[in-house]
């Protein structure tokens, strides 16, 4: 049983520009969160998917967006990016009140 | 919002020594604490978890104590070794369910000296 997958794992990107980082959930799981991991932090909830709809959100701005598809894998896009935005994504997913998994996460560098 | 502080932010310990990391919460509706360690280049992974309707929980070497009055919730790690070097976070969440999110502690650094 595969668990939380994330593609890709490294990417680089310019100011300016858009990104999008795609999760697959681990099986059986629906739920499927985001975090945002700076350098020597901890992670920082972004939003949360359950039925195909932004459940929670964190404080994040608008240029942070995601999808959920039916077959719960999701995706997170960010608009704009800012140096600011260079860090560890992290997926995790859950069912219910099943314990979260993280996967390995996408390290983005934004130059 | 619910904020987790966290500390030591770094500990080097003796092998075969214990290690305690000590969290706080602020939310008092908080009723799930899970504890991850994260390993360099790897994402965090579960390693012990406490609901609120319990004071502690063991597993092996780890255990995880919960003071609900005091808002304060520890990690404990006996006998540890070199493979226990890592960074700790604690959490906390309001909830177990789909709706809802966790919120993480800053981290501690775990270096196990040989």
């Known amino acids: 049983d595969a668990g939380v997958t994330q593609s890709p794992t490294h990417l680089i990107k310019t100011r300016g520009q858009q990104v999008t980082l795609r999760c697959s959930p681990k099986?059986?799981?629906?739920?499927v969160s985001w975090y945002q991991q700076a350098l020597g932090q901890g992670p920082q909830f972004i939003f949360q998917y359950y039925e195909e709809e932004e459940r929670q959100r964190g404080n994040f701005p608008d240029r942070f967006s995601g999808h959920q598809f039916p077959n719960y894998s999701s995706e997170l896009n960010v608009n704009a990016l800012l140096l600011g935005d260079s860090a560890l994504y992290l997926c995790?997913?859950?069912?219910?009140?099943?314990?979260?998994?993280f996967g390995p996460g996408t390290r983005l560098t934004v130059l | 919002g619910e904020n987790v502080e966290q500390h030591p932010s770094t500990l080097s310990v003796q092998e075969g020594d214990s290690a305690v990391i000590k969290c706080t919460y602020s939310?008092?509706?908080?009723?799930?604490f899970p504890w991850y360690k994260q390993e360099l280049g790897k994402g965090p992974q579960l390693i012990i978890d406490?609901?609120?309707?319990?004071g502690e929980k063991k597993d092996q070497r780890i255990a995880v104590t919960l003071n609900k009055t005091a808002k304060h919730f520890s990690l404990h790690i006996t006998e540890t070794q070199p493979e226990d070097s890592a960074v700790y976070f604690c959490a906390a969440s309001i909830g177990y369910s789909s709706a809802s999110k966790i919120i993480f502690g800053s981290g501690t650094r775990l270096s196990i000296r040989p």
């Open positions: 406490i609901r609120s309707n319990v």
């Open positions: 995790a997913s859950r069912a219910a009140a099943d314990t979260q998994y």
């Open positions: 099986s059986g799981h629906d739920t």
């Open positions: 939310d008092s509706a908080s009723n799930y």
